[in-house]
């Protein structure tokens, strides 16, 4: 610097005897605190010289140096407008002014920040001085009564009460005489306030929160959404996972006297989103994903099959994940539906987007292409009496593939009956609701079912809601005849009579081997219209088709004319017995022992009374046999022979009455096994004469 | 107090001067002699002429065996019982005497006490004949059943998961009227039915929500309303819409012709008018010859659309289309062997919009047999169908595809096995899948055990490989599905049980066991409880992964009086496992109902419920429960 001026001055003095002024370097005049300033005029020689800086400095004499000549250099240590004087004595006459003039300008460049700009009373401020001269020799006095010497540039105080302070900082080693850089520090009272980054956030995307001038710094933080966190950091972090505007509220732990800091922020709906190049790919073929507005840098990756080929830097948190970025390409090596999950910044995000590809080929995954649930009546609506068993609702399918389908029913927003059940390729697969129990109709009223499946899930099918309504009564079909536990000739055609029930367009009925036909209302099962509406009569044919020597089970049921069931009877037994048991009427005769004549199964009689002489025979031994009387519905003897032999004939007798208009007596043989099983019938007709 | 005392002894005196007749007549004690394999009966009689006659009984009767009594010399009258075959130990008896045309009892009723130290069996008593029916009683010109529910949530700020509005109103009115005369029938039925709150997108206010209406005379019948139409596979396979339906059935010929609403956008709401642009028609011409030779053609065409309430579907939903089919059936060997084959042949397309529509042809046939002979029974049928065949009436058609089905069967009383057996290739024609061959065989059989017991049981093996000749198939593996089940079932009454077991493996791919427990409990009037239990595990054997799915659920009532008063309580818990997540939810309802139909001779039925719904789930850590209070009243009648 010092070799620039003094080549500097080396110019000027060839240039100055063509005049004589103060030239200055710089140039300018102008200088920083602290900054060398030089000086040089000419016409000085043989005079005695004095130079007045205008800061009260100066310097006499003659400089023989420079013959004719004079350069000097200075440091101003303050800021301000200076006015140089050159003073000139000669001994004879002047050659140059007596007084010579230049203004110089002194800048202020040293600087003094302090962090926080606007500091609270107690917290700690960090000051720093810049471009002082001695920078580790200052002394600071904060205003407050606080000093400090022999301190360098960086130091920190706080401010233990409000107010206005000035701030002085003394340069060149502490030096107090000389003017101080200052600056006023506003030291305020603590405002409580909240602030958060980024300023416009989406869902899911983490914001950071910090609770600025709290009393103490464990906080109580209510984010709005019913997210609380309780005696933690001024600093957190918290992601929404709803879109909208929420009130965040801060408030010191433990704090109950004062009104907690509150802050609204706006949470933007989520844009991000999975695309994949095609929804269907074969097996090995190459699959694109992009995970569209992700906030990355990376995504952690699932693609339901297990892979880590990618990247195998497993997550410990999620079995099959790994981290990739935001663009991947896979390729499944089996056949079937998979679910791809990603989640944003490598899992930190808490939503997970999901996508489904189906990869054609052999899996046990079947894909439904089509599904329908209905009620009973084929229909989305039905109405049923209190109590009723005739609602179902069934679930039919058409699907690709042979797997597993399974779901469960919800009756009335209750998960209530699971199915769990193989459909093969090609077949349309109906899964009904379950016969035990059936749906629920204890309650009057509208009921609702629908179906959720699990399996297969990424289907995805919204099933629609069926409704079944209850009335508030029951709607049972009373049987008339024959009584529960009949025991029927077979060649004698029985008569089924029962009474009406309410609603009933038309009645059939039902016979079955076996229970479960009748309280699962199969499908096969053959229901007889009954045209008389309540009193049935076999044909033939169906006579026949009802099996013999055991017990059959029958029902009657209402249904409009649609065919829906509106009202059902209870399940009978009877049983139709070929018989074995011989009973033969060897005498008729009156009550003083005359003989009637009598025709094949028929007499006529004047008398009130008949006796009966008849033989039983039985075609193996028996412990007991019991033959019973009816006359006109009654029963008017029970004979108990014991220790029947085989073929042995043995004889009864037995009175009925003979009443005006005739009457029907017929003769009952039980073996008394358990439970009984009728064994022999005969019959024989009264008639009045 | 004396003219009271006088009082009674005067009442005292004309009552036996009254009945003094009476006495007197019943006032002979009979004697009985006991003597070996007979009771003797005897009588003096202090007037009258007789005869005198014994009336006894023994125990379970309800009439009375009548013996004459004889004169003795000695002026008394006696009768002889043999005991050889009397049931039971005590013999109830009586002594009449005939005079003019009936019977005076002349002794009080006796009984002959222990007359036989030997047991009789207890027997099953049979009641009496059959009750005879009602006779056809006056029916009013139409019949008219309605019903009325409403509800009112009590606590307006309590939501249940499922949301439900304060006010709820649902009803029903059924109008409906039948006539049978000779071989006339007419019926009409329809119901009305409000349903609040509903889905005002899709559902009126008011729907038709089934209808009827009936001709029948002789051979010919016609139907307008919710027809179901049923012809065969290839056509339409249970076809339920609204519409119209004429069919003629002949001894030897059959005629059906259709129209339906294809617009099943409200499905049965609304009246169910048919839309022009959606509806298909159908018509169907058979002849029957002798019942041997049996031939039907038919022709099928319309419009389709899957919006629906009740189908759930990723096909496209507009569907448009007509066929042909014919369709024959040869009885042989009485009945016993039947071959049947059809044809069919379909121009079909659907598209995502009906502009895009655009039809394609292709056929199908089939050819089987059925035999039957006393407990054997065997059935097999070839099929081809096009890849592009279709029918507008039957969504879950199955098409290209090609195989054999069979099936041999035996039947021995409440016994029955069957062994099935398929091979069919799948995918023929199509682009993206590659062929796939089928081949399943497996075992069935239901034995009913008694009359209360049924067990059943089913083994499978199907084997699905890729037919590599179609150059499509770029993994050479096949898979194979073992499944293996078996159920049992209990039903006595009220009371049911069905308990079934189940696992199903595709082999590398998964592993699947599920078990379900259906109980039906009825204790007499009072209680019935109705759980189900159920248990699902599913493993993914490529990679160990497990999850697990159990639930309970119950339906019970308890009657606090009978026809007046009951407690209804469901609850359910499900709980779902998996290596991703875990949740669980509950729920718990109990209802307190009031029926007063009896109060009002049934007729008018109301009913007053107080009910109330608790829900409760958990998703990982998040957690949620509500609560629901309803008073709900309805009425019927």
Redesign the interface.
Known sequence: MKKTLVLFFLLAAVVAPLRSAIVTSPSSGVVNVGQSLGMYVTCGMGSSCTLYWGDGSSVSGIDSQFTGSFTHFHIYRNPGAYQMRFHRSYGGTPTCPLDEYRTITVLENRTLTLDPALPAVGQTVTFSAGNFITPTDLAWDFGDGTRLSDQGSVVTHAYARAGAYTLRVYDWNGNLKTTPVSTTVNVVIPVRQIVYTPELPRVDQEVLFQAANFRIAAIDWNFGDGTLLANVSPAVAHRFQNPGTFTVSAIEHGYTNIAPATRAITILPDNRSLSLSSP?V????ELTVTAVNFRGPLVQWDFG??STATAPVPVAA???AFPGPLIMTHSY????NYKITARDENGASAKTFAAAVRV?????SVA???????LD?????Q?VPRNSKAVRAQL?M?MRG???V?G?WIV???????F?E?A?????KTIPT?????L?T?????HTITLQL??PAL?M????T??Y?V???ENIIAL????D???LKEDEA???????A??G??YQIAFS????PL?RADADLAWHEC?D???YAPDAETWRAIGRDR?TYWQVRAV???G?VVAESGIREMKVIVPGARISIRRISD??GRDIAAGPGEVASRAD?LLVHGTLTYPAAA??L?L?V??G??????????DVRQGEE?A?E??V?NPAGGSRV?F?V?K?S???V?VGYEELRLRRE | MANKLAFIAGTWLLAVCVSGQSLQRLNILPRVERAAGQVVIRITPSRGQGPY?VHY????????????MEAEPSGTQACRIPTA???GRDIEYYVAEKRGGGMADVTLRHTIAGFTE?N???????????????G??WEPPV?V?A?L?T?HKLDPNSE???GQQRY?A?G?L?I?R?I?KDDTQF???A?F?H?DPRNSEIEKAI?L????V?YKKGAIQFEA??V?INETEFTTS?L?RRGLRVEITGDNFSLNTFYTNSQQKT??DGFGVPDTDAGIFGAAAGVNLKNTLKLRGMFLSGKDN?D????????NPYRQGNMFSVWGELNLLANSLQLNGEFSASRFGSAADPALLDQASDTAWKAGLKYNRGILSLAADYESIGDRFNSIAN????ND?EGLSSSLGLTVK?FSWMVTYLD?K?YMNNP???M?H?K?IGTTLNW?LG??F?VGADV?R?N???DSTTG????T???N?Y?YSATL?Y?AGST???LSL?K?E?VN??S?L?A?L???LRFGSFL?L???L?Y?Q?ETL??G?KST?Y?A?L???ITLIPQYL?I?I???Y?N?DS??STSS?W?A?C?L?F?A?KLLK?KV???L?L?S?F?GGKYGDVKSHSSLFNL?A???F
Do not use: C
């Not at chain 1, 074969?282 to 073929?285: D, S, T």
């Not at chain 2, 499509?472 to 993994?475: N, P, Y």
């Open positions: 269907e074969r097996v090995n073929e099959d297990g999620r079995p099959g090596a089996r056949a079937g054609l080929g052999i899996s046990d439904l292409e089509i599904a329908e649930i209905t009546n084929g229909k989305y609506y109405v039919k058409k042979t797997g597993i399974s469960y009335d927003g209750q998960p209530s009956y699971f769990n193989t093969y390729q090609g077949q349309v379950p016969e035990v129990p059936g629920p204890f309650d009057p009223g509208m699990t399996r289907d099918a919204v099933f629609p069926l409704r309504f009335l508030p009564y008339l005849g024959p009584n536990g009949a025991v029985a008569s089924f009579s029962w009474e009406r309410l609603g367009s038309r081997g076996s229970l479960f309280l045209p509406q309540t009193r017990w409009d004319s649609a829906a009550m003083d009374w412990e007991y019991v019973r009816y006359a519905g009654e029963l008017v003897d029970q004979l108990l022979f014991r043995r009864f037995t009175s009455a017929a009952e039980l008394s358990s439970p009984s009728l | 006659f009984r023994t125990e379970g009767m309800s009439g009375f065996q009548v013996r004459k075959n009397l049931y030997k009789s069996p207890e027997i099953y008593f049979q009641e009496g004949a059959a009750a005879a029916a009602p056809r009683r019949n059943n019903s529910s509800s249940s998961e499922t709820s649902n029903n059924r409906y039948n049978v019926d009409f039925d119901n039915a349903v729907n929500s089934s209808m009827m009936r309303g919710d179901a249970y339920n499905g049965f899957l629906s309430k009740t189908v759930s579907s990723s096909e969504l879950f058609l199955q595809r409440s069919k799948n993206l899948q590659d796939l089928q399943r009913g009359t209360h049924r499978s199907d699905l490989d890729y499509l198939q770029t993994s593996s096949d898979m599905t499944n079932g039903v049911g049980v069905n189940g199903t595709s791919f998964t699947n599920n379900s259906g109980v039906n019935t109705s759980p189900t159920s699902q599913n490529s990679d992964g799915i639930n659920y339906n019970s009532e009951t209804t469901s609850s359910s499900m779902n290596p991703y939810n729920t309802g209802n109902n029926f139909a049934d039925r109301p009913s419920s009910k719904m829900q709900q309805d009425i019927a």
